[in-house]
């Protein structure tokens, strides 16, 4: 991992428009298929995003690296060119579900 940062918001509803200013934790990881980044937002009830490693971590798949309670919502950003294995509304499992094509 390259980096983790904290940034404040607020707590509205994680699947409204208006969540892009809720609280969150930014993540950025250095992988062979290039630089992925996934944002944890806090949601209305959660309110709460713990990180587990701090920056410059190796992590590995299946590794835990952070909680988010329930109510919230996770992005993940691709590099461009790779190809999505998931659909969207999918339910997917962190550390199981592959999201790109191999």
């Known amino acids: 991992m390259t980096s983790v940062e904290?940034?404040?918001g607020g707590f509205v509803p994680a699947f409204n428009k208006e969540s892009e200013n809720n609280e969150r934790v930014v993540w950025h990881f250095d992988t062979e298929l290039g630089d992925i980044?996934?944002?944890q937002i806090a949601g209305a009830v959660a309110r709460r995003i713990?990180?587990?490693v701090p920056q410059g971590t190796k992590v590995e798949q299946g590794?835990?690296?952070g909680l988010i309670r329930f109510g919230s919502r996770v992005d993940i950003y691709l590099p461009e060119g790779v190809e999505v294995a998931v659909e969207?509304?999918?339910v997917t499992t962190a550390g199981v579900t592959r999201i790109d094509r191999d």
Do not use: A, F, L, S
Request: no cysteine; net charge negative; glycine share 6%.
């Open 6 to 8: 904290h940034v404040p």
């Open 37 to 39: 980044e996934m944002i």
């Open 50 to 52: 713990v990180p587990y």
């Open 63 to 65: 590794d835990r690296i």
């Open 88 to 90: 969207v509304g999918q």
